[in-house]
Every structure is written in C-alpha cells, then in structure tokens.
C-alpha cells in the first residue's frame, strides 16, 4: 500500500505573507484497492458460490505468476458469484456478504489485470479467452459527458483522506468505484492532457445470459436496472478531488518562481467536456496557488442537483509570479477563443451568462475581465502617448493589449473572495520585496522589457523601468499600476459580490492575515459577507460555499442582457 502527501511548502516565510492557498493542508491516497484474500471454502454454500470461492484462488495464483489467464479467470469468478449477488439481494447473512465480497473483489481484480494485460478497451470491450475460443464482454457506458475514447486508464479507489474536503461524498451499493484517467500526448482547446473523473463499473448479466460490464457516472446516476428493480451503486464523488490534492504536490512555488515553466495544464479548461445549455462557472485561483485551492467548494458544489443541472466548471491556472495583467490577458482571449469554438454561431444563451469566482489575486483577474481599461493602466506606467512609443512590433502589440481592453460581455456575475483592491501591506515589507526577487523571468523577455525601456528614455513609471513588475510588485499599496486598476470602471450589467475574511482579534487591525478588510471591500456590490477565517481558508470557509451557492441560485433565476 502506497500513500501520498501534500507538503507544505517549505519556506516559512512565503505561506506567511503571500497566503498560498494550498495551505498546509494533508491528503493521503491509498491504493489502488486490490482485493483482499477470500477465506476457504465453506460447506453449505451453494454451487455457484463455491464454485467462484474455488476460482477465485486458482485466478490468484496465476496473476502472482504473471499468466494472463487470470484475466479470464477472475471473470469466472465474477460471473459466477454475480447470481448468488443477484438473487441474495437485500439479504444480511453469510451468503450473501460472501457473495458480495467475491463478486466486488473479482470484478476489482478484473478491471486491475484486464487494463494491465491490454485486454480491456473502453471502446470494443473486455477480450476473454476461453476453451472454446475468444469471446468478449460489451462495454455500455451510462450517464458520461465523456466519450468511450476518454477511458484511457483506471485507478481502483481504496481509503482516502484528505483535509482539503469538507465533506466525503461516498455511499456504498453495487459496483466498484473508479478513478477514469483521460490521456493525449496533444493539446486540445480547453482540455488539459491528463483530466480525472470517477466511475462505478458494474457486471451483470442480460436477459439472454450474456454479460456486459456497465461503466456509470455517479454523479449523475444513482442505480442500475437489475431485473425488474433498481438497485444503488456504489458511488464516491470525492475520491478525484482527493487524488488531484494529494498528487499535486509544491507545482505552485514552481509556477510562482519560473513563469516560464509553465505547462499543459496552464490556461482556461473545462473540468468536463462542453455541455451546451449550462452556464460556465469560471474558477480563478490566487497567488503561489492552482486550482486545487477550489476543492473544497467544487466538491461541495457538484453534489448539489440544482447546481449541476445549470452550471458546468471550468478553472483557470495560471503561473502567479508574472504579473497578474498578463494573466488576465490570457485568461480574456483565452476565454474569447473558446466561446467561438463552442458557440460560433451565438446560439447557447448560457454562454453569455458566465460566473466568474476568484480568490485573492484571482479576484483582480477576474476584476479586469469586467472593466473598460480607456487610457488608466497606460498612463499609470507612462507619460507619452501609446501610439507615440518606439519599439519592435511583437513587443508593442504584447503591450497594448495588456493595457487596452474592453469587458467580456459573456461574464455577469463575479465573486470575489479575499481580494486585495487596495492591495497588501505585506507587499511592501521586506518580507515581499524579497519573495519578489525569487521570481525568474525568461531571458529573452527580460532582453524585449529592457530594449523598450532603452528605446523609450524617461517614459516609463520606475515601477515599470526597473524590471518587468512581478506579481507582488503589482500588489504594492502605493503601486501606480494598482491605483490604474482602481479606477477602471465596472460594466454596468455585471453583479458583484465580495466574500471579506476576518480575525476576531479586537486588538487588532481587521484582517484575515495578508488582506485588510478595508483592502478587501469593493463599492458596488450586491452583497458583501464577512468571514471570520484566515487567508488561504476563506475560500473553502462552510460559511463561503454557502453564500456562493445562494449567489449561483440567484444567477440561475436572473436573466441578464446578452450585450452590453
């Protein structure tokens, strides 16, 4: 049995002033969860019964040896403790948990060694070889939004923990619980390479005794027809938050300090395929964070079937050491692209509906993808005019849409959670000015920032001149490119709201650790909720995801202007 952590980060100091929203927080995966070994035979068990206890060892054996016999053995087993299931079902006694705990063990093994010896392919099924030749056991899969090509690999969900959940969303039933890993070797608009989503794999039989291997979405299926009754499956909506938290591991100081590593999981992505109709939810994650930081509140989320039924979830990640404007210049044309590619022709009113939610620096993302930018952020870091300024047409045409923009007419709502507006006195301490310089930006941009700069003598802000502004710079209370923020105006059909954390301490300043109260409020808003939490656990704060689903519920009841 193998187990993983989720570190905290190892520099004191980093947590302590830039909040990462990873926190400090433990996963541990278990697994995968292979079957235990099944007791002898027993007398007074019936034919079936013992004859799958009997397989079942002669199955063992020849995986310990590597025949890929077991395969076909392991189904015998399955298949033959499936009738016993079948018909004890709702009974309580010997029979009827040997039963279950043949047929859940073998069908765990059959998955585990039929992907092991490639005899199991999501889209032809389950290859068996037998004494009178090949055969196969159809696949037929309910409820997915995924396609029978996306199962590319599985991992048996065993034990788990993880502090980053509020709550375990698992029931037990029939079936066994799966972890679905889609993989490419290829980038595809708003698809990450590798992307996690659960299963409940079932074997029955039909009514002419042939067998098929039921692959369901227990987010959206809660039974399977056996016979003339419905019965559960066993369902765990968790385990992929929980496997995505304790294989994350420190990728955000990562991010934080190289810019230019950035991956294939970096840019906006859909955490399920396109679902027309649904309303995107757009998650944007704060400083030394990624999109883990939301676990709690997606998991809290997509258990809710009002919720489900409207939204859908897409998250932003993004490398939080560059600055945030160019951030959310990415996540403005990104999110541009993929409103063409999924709706060219403007027909799915949902996607003129969008929902943006961010978290501390993500707030300020998500701020200037609502906001006119007329000529505020340019004058706060030059005093010529744009078309006025000498340099390569690459670096000048980077530069003008970094600070010239207009609103994203799809987004309507945005919630902001612990964003400093006014930015974060810590910034400015020694302690900031320091954990910026940790921040490497590529050669050749650091060359194109310096050419502009030589070419444009006394132009440019010294926030701007010195080098390019990391995101902490930009954190600055008195930086001039913040204040530019400050005062672009918000589009008149978007709603606000701001989710502001606080210490009970009365001795001290109203804070939540990095962001002052004062910093975090924002005028305007239709509504502002005060959470007595800390930074980096405001996010996924009971009190927040609670005004976050009352705030989606009103959005699915509220029609808004497609243009602005």
Same mark, same amino acid.
């Given at each position: 049995?193998?187990?993983?952590?989720?570190?905290?980060?190892?520099?004191?100091?980093?947590?302590?002033?830039?909040?990462?929203?990873?926190?400090?927080?433990?996963?541990?995966?278990?697994?995968?969860?292979?079957?235990?070994?099944?007791? #002898?035979?027993?007398?007074?068990?019936?034919?079936?019964?013992?004859?799958?206890?009997?397989?079942?060892?002669?199955?063992?054996?020849?995986?310990?040896?590597?025949?890929?016999?077991?395969?076909?053995?392991?189904?015998?087993?399955?298949?033959?403790?499936?009738?016993?299931?079948?018909?004890?079902?709702?009974?309580?006694?010997?029979?009827? !948990?040997?039963?279950?705990?043949?047929?859940?063990?073998?069908?765990?093994?059959?998955?585990?060694?039929?992907?092991?010896?490639?005899? &199991?392919?999501?889209?032809?099924? +389950?290859?068996?070889? #037998?004494?009178?030749?090949?055969?196969?056991?159809?696949?037929?899969?309910?409820?997915?939004?995924?396609? =029978?090509?996306? %199962?590319?690999?599985?991992?048996? !969900?065993?034990?788990?923990?993880?502090?980053?959940? +509020?709550?375990?969303?698992?029931?037990?039933?029939?079936?066994?619980?799966?972890?679905?890993?889609?993989?490419?070797?290829?980038?595809?608009?708003?698809?990450?390479?590798?992307?996690? %989503?659960?299963?409940?794999?079932?074997?029955?039989?039909?009514?002419?005794?042939? %067998?098929?291997?039921?692959?369901?979405?227990?987010?959206?299926?809660?039974?399977?027809?056996?016979?003339?009754?419905?019965?559960?499956?066993?369902?765990?909506?968790?385990?992929?938050?929980?496997?995505?938290?304790?294989?994350?591991?420190?990728?955000?100081?990562?991010?934080?300090?190289?810019?230019?590593?950035?991956?294939?999981?970096?840019?906006?992505?859909?955490?399920?395929?396109?679902?027309?109709?649904?309303?995107? $939810?757009?998650?944007? /994650? #704060?400083?030394?964070?990624?999109?883990?930081?939301?676990?709690?509140?997606?998991?809290?989320?997509?258990?809710?079937?009002?919720?489900?039924?409207?939204?859908?979830?897409?998250?932003? @990640?993004?490398?939080?050491?560059?600055?945030?404007?160019?951030?959310?210049?990415?996540?403005?044309?990104?999110?541009?692209?993929?409103?063409?590619?999924?709706?060219?022709?403007?027909?799915?009113?949902?996607?003129?509906?969008?929902?943006?939610?961010? /978290?501390?620096?993500? #707030?300020?993302?998500?701020? &200037?993808?609502?906001?006119?930018? /007329?000529?505020? +952020?340019?004058?706060?870091?030059?005093?010529? =005019?744009?078309?006025?300024?000498?340099?390569?047409?690459?670096?000048?045409?980077?530069?003008?849409?970094? !600070?010239?923009?207009? =609103?994203?007419?799809?987004?309507?709502?945005?919630?902001?959670?612990?964003?400093?507006?006014?930015?974060?006195?810590?910034?400015?301490?020694? !302690?900031?000015?320091?954990?910026?310089?940790?921040?490497?930006?590529?050669?050749?941009?650091?060359?194109?920032?310096?050419?502009?700069?030589?070419?444009?003598?006394?132009?440019?802000?010294? @926030?701007?001149?010195?080098?390019?502004?990391?995101?902490?710079?930009?954190?600055?209370?008195?930086?001039?490119?913040?204040?530019?923020?400050?005062?672009?105006?918000?589009?008149?059909?978007?709603?606000?709201?701001?989710?502001?954390?606080?210490?009970?301490?009365?001795?001290?300043?109203?804070?939540?650790?990095?962001?002052?109260?004062?910093?975090?409020?924002?005028?305007?808003?239709?509504?502002?909720? %005060?959470?007595?939490?800390?930074?980096?656990?405001?996010?996924?704060?009971?009190?927040? $995801?609670?005004?976050?689903?009352?705030?989606?519920?009103?959005?699915?009841?509220?029609?808004?202007?497609?243009?602005?």
């Amino acid at each position: 049995m193998r187990s993983s952590k989720f570190k905290c980060i190892p520099i004191a100091v980093l947590l302590a002033f830039l909040g990462a929203a990873s926190g400090c927080h433990t996963s541990r995966w278990h697994g995968p969860a292979l079957a235990r070994p099944i007791a #002898g035979i027993t007398e007074g068990n019936s034919p079936n019964l013992l004859a799958a206890e009997s397989a079942y060892y002669a199955a063992n054996r020849l995986e310990s040896a590597g025949d890929e016999g077991c395969v076909d053995a392991y189904f015998e087993v399955a298949k033959s403790s499936w009738f016993e299931v079948r018909n004890t079902m709702g009974l309580v006694d010997a029979t009827s !948990v040997r039963a279950s705990q043949l047929y859940h063990s073998s069908l765990a093994k059959l998955i585990w060694t039929g992907k092991r010896f490639d005899r &199991l392919d999501p889209v032809h099924g +389950l290859s068996l070889h #037998g004494l009178h030749g090949s055969d196969h056991v159809a696949i037929q899969y309910q409820g997915f939004v995924w396609q =029978p090509g996306d %199962f590319n690999d599985f991992i048996l !969900v065993g034990d788990y923990s993880s502090d980053k959940l +509020l709550t375990t969303y698992r029931s037990p039933g029939l079936g066994v619980p799966l972890l679905v890993i889609r993989k490419r070797e290829f980038d595809e608009p708003m698809r990450r390479r590798e992307q996690l %989503f659960p299963a409940t794999v079932v074997l029955r039989s039909e009514p002419d005794q042939s %067998f098929t291997l039921d692959f369901c979405d227990p987010i959206r299926v809660a039974g399977i027809d056996i016979g003339d009754q419905t019965v559960a499956i066993s369902r765990d909506l968790s385990a992929p938050f929980a496997y995505r938290a304790a294989k994350n591991g420190n990728s955000a100081l990562q991010a934080f300090r190289l810019p230019s590593s950035t991956g294939d999981d970096d840019g906006l992505y859909a955490i399920e395929p396109y679902q027309p109709g649904k309303i995107p $939810i757009i998650f944007v /994650h #704060g400083l030394l964070s990624d999109p883990t930081t939301w676990i709690a509140m997606a998991n809290e989320l997509r258990v809710r079937p009002d919720i489900l039924e409207q939204y859908q979830f897409w998250a932003f @990640e993004y490398p939080t050491g560059e600055p945030f404007v160019r951030s959310a210049l990415t996540l403005r044309e990104e999110l541009a692209e993929s409103i063409r590619i999924f709706d060219p022709n403007g027909q799915d009113p949902a996607l003129s509906n969008m929902v943006v939610i961010g /978290h501390s620096m993500g #707030g300020l993302v998500a701020k &200037l993808q609502i906001t006119t930018s /007329h000529h505020s +952020l340019w004058n706060a870091i030059a005093n010529r =005019p744009f078309d006025q300024i000498a340099g390569a047409d690459e670096t000048l045409d980077l530069l003008g849409r970094l !600070v010239f923009f207009e =609103p994203q007419p799809a987004i309507k709502r945005v919630v902001m959670i612990a964003t400093p507006h006014d930015g974060a006195e810590t910034a400015q301490r020694l !302690v900031g000015r320091i954990t910026s310089l940790f921040v490497k930006q590529p050669e050749d941009r650091q060359a194109s920032h310096q050419r502009l700069v030589a070419e444009n003598p006394a132009v440019f802000s010294s @926030e701007f001149r010195k080098r390019i502004p990391t995101s902490i710079d930009l954190l600055e209370p008195d930086s001039p490119s913040l204040q530019g923020i400050k005062r672009l105006p918000i589009a008149s059909c978007v709603a606000l709201h701001s989710v502001i954390g606080y210490n009970k301490n009365p001795l001290c300043k109203p804070t939540d650790g990095v962001v002052s109260v004062e910093s975090a409020r924002h005028p305007g808003v239709e509504s502002e909720l %005060f959470v007595s939490a800390g930074h980096t656990k405001v996010q996924s704060h009971p009190a927040t $995801i609670e005004e976050v689903l009352r705030i989606l519920r009103l959005h699915a009841t509220t029609s808004r202007p497609r243009n602005l």
